[in-house]
């Protein structure tokens, strides 16, 4: 019996619910329900669904049959699908469009038999206390509606309702809404600190709401406030965060009042805060000896690593090595002994004449896995040990997963693909550890590259560089490597990077695919080297995304003279940030020092993982290379 076109027909064609349908007849039924579906025809998909018994994906069928009319079913059957599709993602996601449709259909009764505590979500929580105020439970409701008023952003619109009954009471008054300012200052929400004060009622209150927006304007305002007195909290408070947005951008001023003993009006914490605040602004300015000394002793004596992270950085770039060793050891012990740390404190030691204590502390950085590891092997001469372990197979650790794993095969292979990784990781979130490491091997052999990468990730197998390290879509990295006269593993390894070998990725600025471009950078490869490009969605086929990837960091190596940390620092920031970056060095960091001052974290650390992901991929497939080429190394940048 075949089952070619299924339509309304297809009744007529009496198959008996014991007829056993060949996959493909599975695969096109199940299509065919997906359309009834779609047009919430929810009796055909009954009708036939003991066809679709043994289709591993038949649940989802389930689960869309269940969002149809959902706000028409008692608590009972959500909760009872709910525990009967644990092993689902869905299982997980299908209380939201309940609660949605029964704060829609104002079943609000029913809205609280089924939500017993408060949701983590806004929205929720808003429909949440709606519901109490709808079922009688008003004060309940109105403490709840306090909690989400005072924020200092946005709120759910579908708290509209709860906040105009509660506006109504004695329990808000103007006192809420000038709480609510200065969240929005502290937030830097001007536009919603202008809209609250339009909202006061009593002149008082008025009078409060206008001087936190000037002093949001014209900072310098607090100075009238500190002449003041005897200050009330809430006058200190507009104080503290004037005193703040001022030194943001007059740092030397707000200094000035300190020195002058201008703050006594404030509490001994209220001074720290603002101190420990401009200390930080101070950080980017001119030196300047009084002021100087006073923001290193602040930083010294907070204990912030934060603080004292970015003093060390900024010794690294004028190079006072014994100033960097200093630093060093004002940070936490436990922050002190991190990688980057002990590098440049090896680092300091060398070039401070302190050469085998220096010595010593760069080897014991050759034990780790890391960019720092490499980087200290590379400054002591010697070659880099590759630690590896490997992963004996045990198929049985991961046998109740079976029908998972199915179902994740038949994602993949309908090329369902964000479907599927989303059971990925649901199903990585109920396995051990042990099982996750199964689970990474059971992918990798069925080529599932970056489901193997994310459970070799939660599985801690470091070590394990062939599950961490896939040569997926070799062929095209090569192709397109060689077009460009580019180390085809140079590509490989700034796709490990973007993407985790990803086809489809997504990044939430838009980014997309394998090598993670941009629809406009895409556009600007594709017109200015004449490639074919339809649309965004062509950046989730393999040979096209790697087809402008790899042109476009192309463009960057020549912009750069075949430097490959300033095209990568360029890939991931843009061009004009990197010579920014580079203006502002004025030729005088190597690129060790260079890497380290880069001023986004997430470039920095992307920068560090390719370099460390090539020495991977080298050493994988046994080719020479080295960590930093000869030019990037004798660069000043």
Known sequence: MMLCVLTGSFYAQNISAKDKLTLEQQRQLYDRAQLWLDKK??????????????????????????????????????????????????????????????????????????????????????????????????????????????????????????????????????????????????????????????????????????????????????????????????????????????????????????????????????????????????????????????????IAESGDPDLIEQRIRQEIGHGNWVNISRWISRLPESVQQLPRW???????????????????????????????????????????????????????????????????GELIDRGKIVASKSEWHWLLQRASVEERAMLARYASTAHWYHLAVVAAIQAELWGNLDLRFPRAYLKWFEFFGNKHNIDPITLMSLARQESAMDIKAHSPVGAKGLMQLLPSTARHVAKKYQLQYHSSSDLFNVKKNIELGSQYLNELLARYEGNRVLAFAAYNAGPYRVDQWLNDSDGELDVYRFIELIPFRETRGYVQNILMFETYYRYLMGIEGDFLQHMEIDTKY
């Open 342 to 408: 002990q590098f440049w404190l090896g680092r300091s030691e060398m070039a401070s004449g302190n050469t085998a204590e220096g010595v010593k502390t760069l080897a014991a950085l050759t034990e780790l896995r890391n960019f720092y590891g490499v980087a200290a092997s590379e400054f002591l001469q010697q070659p880099f040990v590759y630690r590896t372990n490997t992963l004996t197979y045990d198929p049985d650790l991961i046998e109740p997963y079976q029908k998972a794993l199915i179902r994740i």
């Open 41 to 298: 025809d929810v009796r055909k998909y009954h009708d036939v669904r003991e066809q679709l018994l043994s289709y591993p994906l038949t649940p989802y069928l389930d689960y869309r049959s269940m969002l149809v009319n959902i706000g028409d079913k008692p608590p009972l059957v959500i909760k009872n699908f709910i525990d009967s599709h644990r092993e689902f993602p869905f299982s997980g996601r299908i209380s939201a469009p309940y609660l949605d449709a029964l704060a829609q259909e104002k079943k609000w009764a029913l809205l609280l038999t089924y939500q017993k505590s408060t949701p983590r979500q806004e929205k929720y929580r808003c429909y949440y206390y709606t519901a109490m105020w709808h079922t009688g439970r008003k004060s309940e409701a109105y403490r709840g509606a306090e909690s989400l008023w005072l924020s200092g952003d946005s709120v759910s619109d579908a708290c509209d309702f709860l906040f105009s009954q509660w506006h109504k009471t004695r329990y808000f008054s103007d006192r809420q809404i000038i709480k609510r300012m200065f969240l929005a200052f502290e937030q830097s929400n001007f536009s919603l600190m202008k809209y609250l004060s339009r909202q006061i009622q009593t002149d008082k209150s008025r009078s409060q709401a206008l001087r936190l927006l000037d002093v949001y304007r014209h900072p310098e305002q607090v100075l009238a406030l500190m002449n003041s007195e005897k200050l009330r909290p809430d006058e200190s408070k507009i104080i503290v965060l004037g005193l703040k947005k001022w030194a943001a951008v007059k740092p030397i001023a707000v200094y000035s009042l300190i020195a002058q003993q201008l703050l006594s009006s404030l509490t001994p914490e209220e001074q720290r805060e603002v101190s420990h605040y401009l200390a930080s602004q101070l950080l980017d300015g001119d030196e300047v000896s009084g002021v100087t000394a006073w923001r290193d002793q602040i």
